[in-house]
């Protein structure tokens, strides 16, 4: 054997033997000894130890502040809550019937928070969300309502019904289109039949129009079924209370947020553009407040006549008509010689001259001390 093999073979067994006094002498690693051994690669690791490796410095992070959270201001936000509880109602108190479809759903909600303090009057809402006077067959008012009239005995009937109303109508010859002359006759003589229920119950009757909507189809057929609510209930004597200029802007379009029945800018609409917000249902209410109080009999307060703006005089929608034909004044012209109220022009023969002012010319002295006073002081 020569030197070389047997020198490796000896620095074997010396490193062979520092090991094992190594483990004996440090006994049985913990657990972070073993995590720090399983990193260790290579034999001089294991029996010298591995380097020390630097500890990063620990950085601390500022602490989060946390969010904050915008607190609303409740006065600005328009609710059908009232800050007082409602009135017990009386045993006799006047009821109000409220039917329709699901803006009229909305319009008793209105109604009910403006009459909550009134103990006389209950608000009775009988409606029907996906109703209208097309679908019969889903829901017919004109079989319904003689026997709600006739259940409540209402003191009046509010009737807000058409938003569902834009759709094929089935009749005994078959489909009819929206706005064909089949729809437009079968549809008014529908109308027709819901005032003759009324009329015939002998209760005042509250027609409340369609405002305006997002899609402009929806809205132009709002304006048509407006205008025939309008013909009809003046035929037969009851009110129409139009909301259009409530719920568009100064050039007649579809707006989602506006002026509250306050006064207040607050959003009206649902942002399908659709249906009515808190706000928007408080409002609708306002314009068929006046008309209801008037058939009960009750005297309006200041509030009840708050302008809405410059379109509404009225909650009803209804403009006063002047007393008469209007007076027409005939041009003047500015070589009229009567616009001074005589018939002679300036220096015309026989005109009395001119008489000036004795104090214009200075002719009569001016008492002493007086502004005009020019004579000289005596010395």
Known sequence: MTVAPLART??????????????????????????????????????????????????ELPARKKPRIKKRNPSSVTTLETTAPPAVKNADARHILVVGDFLATGLAQGLTAAFSQDPATVIDSRTNNASGLVRDDFYDWRKELPALLSEIRP????????????????????????????????????????????????????????????STNTSAAALQFNLLYRNETARAGAEFVDIWDGFVDENGKFIQSGSDFTGQPARLRTSDGVGLTAAGKRKLAFYAEKPIRKYLGEPLTVEQLIRLDDQSLLASGQQQKPAGPPVRTPPISLTDPELDGGNELLGAPGTPPAVASALMLGKDPAPAGRVDDFSRPSL
């Open 155 to 214: 003191a009046a009937l509010v009737l807000m019904i058409g938003a569902n109303d834009r759709q094929q109508m089935r009749l005994p010859e078959g489909k009819a289109d929206f706005d064909t002359p089949a729809f437009n006759e079968a549809y008014i003589g529908r109308v027709q039949a819901m005032l003759k229920i009324g009329k015939d119950a002998g209760v005042p009757m509250i027609w409340v129009g369609l405002p305006a909507f997002k």
């Open 10 to 59: 000896l620095l074997r067994s010396l490193l062979l033997l520092g090991m094992v006094l190594s483990f004996l002498l440090s006994g049985m690693p913990s657990a972070s000894q073993a995590q720090e051994l399983r990193q260790r690669r290579t034999l001089f690791d294991w029996i010298f130890g591995a380097p020390q490796r630097e500890q990063p410095d620990i950085i």
